[in-house]
């Protein structure tokens, strides 16, 4: 498929109900045309395109697929399948339902970056734009859905969130409170400070009350005992005034040891 053939495809799938006016087409493929050469240009793309999608579509005979309705342009509904909007539905009615097993199975489909190779196409950047929301309040349902039975599994969620919003607080709580109850005191510390740190960078504030209590609780909570070195026999004991053994810790433990 020629490029101009490719780009009005790609335009329909992602425009609100695939449908875009001709004058916004010329807009968008040909800015700088004046408005007889872009519509020359744009009658060349949809020839090129409707025999494309319909390789033994007969001369002047009207697509199925691609349909033109006065100064309209749409992809026939009921015919063409868009896997961004399969995705779209499935995501919004298992946010609706809450259930972990519907959340699961619509974040399945969210399978890749809409058209990855037009990531600075400003036309695609709404529709990018929606479904990147979309996919992380699916992450964010799914991590606060395993917090309880599986905090492993919600930490693991709420750092996806986190490589594509480093400043979306409710992930950083979540990773939190995910790590302290997995006993990772330390760990939870540390991603409180680097929570704080992103929210003054990108946004300026502080985190929210809810944040700052989980940090507390991470800090009361009490650290676990260091190991305890085996005691020393007592000839070892009661030599006073010596030099510090330093470097002897092999020859130390092997005096500890019992003899046979």
Do not use: N
């Not at 790609?10 to 004058?23: C, F, I, S, Y």
């Not at 087409?25 to 409707?50: K, Y």
């Amino acid at each position: 498929m020629r490029p101009s053939a490719l780009t009005l495809v790609k335009l329909l799938a992602v425009a609100p109900g695939h449908r875009l006016h001709r004058e916004e087409v010329m807009s968008i493929c040909w800015p700088e045309a004046d408005a007889r050469a872009a519509a020359g240009s744009l009658r060349v793309a949809l020839h090129a395109a409707r025999h494309a999608l319909e390789p033994e579509l007969p001369p002047r005979a009207a697509s199925s697929y691609l349909v033109a309705d006065g100064a309209l342009l749409s992809l026939a509904p009921g015919l063409v399948r868009v896997d961004a909007d399969e995705a779209e539905s499935a995501a919004r009615a298992a946010l609706r339902l809450g259930r972990m097993p519907e959340l699961s199975a619509a974040l399945g489909l969210f399978t890749g970056e809409l058209l990855p190779e037009d990531r600075y196409a400003h036309w695609a950047a709404a529709r990018r734009g929606q479904l990147a929301l979309l996919r992380e309040r699916l992450l964010l349902r799914l991590a606060e859905g395993h917090l309880d039975a599986a905090p492993e599994r919600a930490a693991a969620f709420a750092q996806q969130v986190l490589a594509a919003s480093p400043a979306e607080e409710l992930a950083h709580r979540v990773l939190i409170d995910a790590l302290l109850r997995q006993g990772l005191r330390r760990r939870a510390v540390h991603q409180y400070h680097v929570c704080r740190e992103a929210l003054d960078a990108e946004l300026g504030v502080r985190p929210a009350p809810e944040t700052k209590r989980l940090h507390r609780t991470a800090l009361a909570a009490a650290p676990a005992p260091l190991p305890t070195a085996p005691p020393l026999p007592a000839s070892v004991r009661g030599v006073r005034g010596a030099l510090p053994l330093r470097g002897r810790a092999a020859a130390l433990g092997a005096a500890a040891r019992p003899r046979r």
